[in-house]
């Protein structure tokens, strides 16, 4: 706003000054004037000075629109009124030097545009640069030879091409981002916005962008593999001493989730296990802590002289890296060692193996008290399986009774601990975790319930009455008319000396003839299969180099036996499947599984629904992941387009 004109500012003072000198007048001349006069006097000045007020008022509006105007580039009100108004300088604001823009003052004295034209804060930095980019493993080099790996747009890739621009330090990096570009256009773009100081002081913001040249050439590891697989230089041999392959299922999935495969030259099968290439050797002990962090494992190390040049006193060696994986695996039964027995307060010893991992859960069926062994503890006294799941016989069962809770607490649970249970089953105090039994137990531990059942072998109906009564821990699970898996102590063949210790000491009377390990679905799975039912979902597989054996039909039957019972094993234990990623089938597959499934189920009749429906596990299609890939994206934006594009027209 600019200042008041001269007689806006005093017109008040001129008024005064005017009645002053009328009084001055009138008594210096001695006139005698009458009041009304006099008041009308008054009047007439207070009109005049209230008009001047008015227009001189009016008179600084105009000139501070017409001000305005010339700053923001609108000249008509200047071009009507250039004959009644004047130019003033706006406080607060000055003229360009060089184009006369009303600007804030700096120290320059030119506008942003001026500035621009006069000085460039980008030059000296690089507009073009080129990256080296291995497409086989699809890493970029770090020079001098350092490769890291980066996906496509990510904080890892942006980092990367910042630090390759040369000329940075010499400005104030403000912000950064990438500009779209073809994903096979091997090309990158980046937009920089920096800050410098320049003429006096003054601060210039300037944003430009940068493009980047993928070179592709191959890095040294996957350079050595291509000319000979045999090119590794550190090797992971991981064993299990089992009849089955389960465990190596379970950790290849596990080995995909995480990407823990990347770095390898090359994965080969072995009959009882998985030999894992790498061409350096930090890569080899990165996957032994991977595998030691989700499995009960032992592992050492050697290495082999391959060359040593004694010009320059240089060796090359060949790292071999052995990984043992603990022979126990999930729903086996084992018969603990007397000393790990009684450093967990005496369960057992006769357990089953519930839970598998970098500890192993066991349990005790009979009481439900469970403890947990870490590889150290197992390795320090070692045992093996009594029984495995290949030894798993079929039984009917004929009646179920619930255990009552306080029953158990009277009677101390048969274990002879009493009221010590609660401190001798304390996890920190034995280095495991184990649960108390009884009524709390049951309130905390809804999965598994103390029940006595009365069983019999499915294939001994018709032909004998034999029936066993156990007690087991499927309480939660089981009702009078299903199918049961577990072990037959009577006529399983164990050679263990714990196991032949313990009969000795406590009789064959206290050994149960039965101990149940899980619900079976097998009948059920097998009339759904009959009418179609499939699964919707499906996991995804490392490239593994099969060895050559000699009985390939027979090695393939096992091979896809144990892939169903793996997958039977997902359905059924919803903390297992939560450790890996379970992918939905493609669009038009999962399309076709979901008619085929719903023709399944209207095919049922009313009794098979009762039976089956809430009963036989599945993996919900809520749980799956999409298996989203880079032309799976392409596809989806395409059709976006040409959606938009219809509208349009």
């Not at 008009?51 to 000139?63: A, F």
């Amino acid at each position: 706003m600019n200042k008041p004109s001269f007689w806006a500012k005093n017109s008040c003072f001129l008024g005064i000054a005017i009645v002053f000198l009328f009084v001055v007048w009138e008594r210096r001349r001695r006139i005698s004037i009458s009041k009304d006069v006099k008041q009308r006097a008054l009047i007439t000045i207070g009109i005049v000075y209230i008009y001047i007020y008015i227009r001189e008022k009016e008179r600084d509006d105009l000139i501070d629109n017409n001000c305005n105007n010339k700053m923001f580039g609108n000249n008509e009100s200047d071009n009507n009124n250039n004959a009644t108004m004047l130019r003033r300088a706006q406080p607060g604001l000055v003229l360009c030097c060089l184009c006369a823009t009303s600007i804030s003052p700096n120290p320059t004295g030119m506008c942003v545009e001026c500035i621009k034209t006069r000085v460039d804060i980008t030059e000296g930095i690089q507009k073009q640069c080129s990256v080296i980019h291995c497409n086989q493993c699809a890493r970029y080099l770090q020079p001098p030879k350092h490769w890291i790996r980066a996906d496509l747009e990510s904080k890892e890739l942006l980092t990367f091409c910042i630090k390759r621009v040369k000329g940075l330090n010499k400005v104030k990096l403000v912000d950064a981002g990438f500009v779209w570009t073809e994903p096979h256009s091997k090309r990158l773009k980046t937009k920089l916005t920096v800050q410098k100081e320049v003429l006096n002081g003054a601060i210039l913001q300037q944003s430009f962008v940068v493009e980047y040249v993928v070179e592709w050439n191959m890095c040294d590891a996957c350079a050595r593999a291509a000319a000979n697989a045999d090119q590794w230089q550190a090797c992971v041999q991981v064993r299990q001493k089992v009849e089955h392959k389960r465990t190596f299922l379970f950790l290849e999935q596990l080995i995909l989730k995480h990407s823990m495969e990347v770095n390898a030259i090359g994965v080969k099968s072995q009959p009882d296990g998985l030999d894992f290439y790498y061409g350096h050797r930090s890569h080899g002990l990165k996957m032994v802590d991977f595998i030691g962090s989700v499995l009960p494992i032992r592992s050492r190390n050697d290495k082999q002289l391959v060359s040593h040049d004694a010009n320059d006193n240089t060796y090359n060696y060949r790292f071999t890296l052995m990984v043992e994986i603990v022979p126990i695996c999930r729903e086996d039964l084992v018969c603990l060692p007397p000393k790990t027995s009684k450093s967990f307060g005496g369960i057992g010893p006769v357990v089953l193996c519930t839970r598998v991992g970098s500890s192993m859960q066991f349990t005790e069926t009979h009481t439900l008290r469970r403890v947990w062994l870490n590889s150290e503890q197992y390795w320090r006294y070692p045992f093996v399986a009594v029984a495995n799941s290949k030894q798993l016989c079929e039984y009917i069962v004929l009646d179920l009774e619930i255990v009552n809770g306080n029953e158990w607490e009277q009677n101390g649970g048969d274990d002879g601990l009493g009221e010590n249970r609660s401190q001798l089953f304390n996890g920190s105090q034995f280095g495991g975790n184990a649960s108390t039994i009884g009524g709390k137990q049951r309130r905390a531990n809804r999965k598994n319930l103390l029940a006595d059942v009365t069983v019999a072998r499915s294939r001994d109906f018709g032909t004998n009455d034999i029936t066993f009564f156990t007690r087991t821990h499927l309480g939660s699970l089981l009702k009078v008319g299903d199918t049961a898996l577990g072990y037959d102590l009577t006529n399983v063949q164990i050679s263990d000396e714990s196991f032949d210790s313990y009969v000795e000491k406590v009789g064959e009377s206290r050994i149960p003839d039965v101990v149940l390990v899980k619900k079976s679905y097998a009948e059920k799975r097998k009339k759904r299969r009959d009418r179609g039912y499939r699964r919707a979902w499906e996991l995804k597989r490392m490239d593994i180099n099969e060895e050559e054996e000699t009985n390939k039909k027979d090695d393939a039957e096992k091979r896809m036996q144990d892939e169903e019972l793996f997958m039977q094993e997902l359905e059924e234990d919803f903390e297992g499947r939560a450790q890996i990623n379970v992918y939905k089938k493609k669009n038009e597959d999962l399309d076709a599984v979901i008619r085929a499934n719903q023709n399944a189920l209207a095919n049922e009749t009313d009794d098979e629904n009762d039976d089956e429906n809430d009963e036989i596990p599945e993996i919900k299609l809520e749980e799956l992941l999409d298996d989203m890939k880079l032309s799976d994206v392409e596809e989806e934006e395409e059709e976006e387009e040409e959606e938009m594009e219809m509208e349009i027209h």
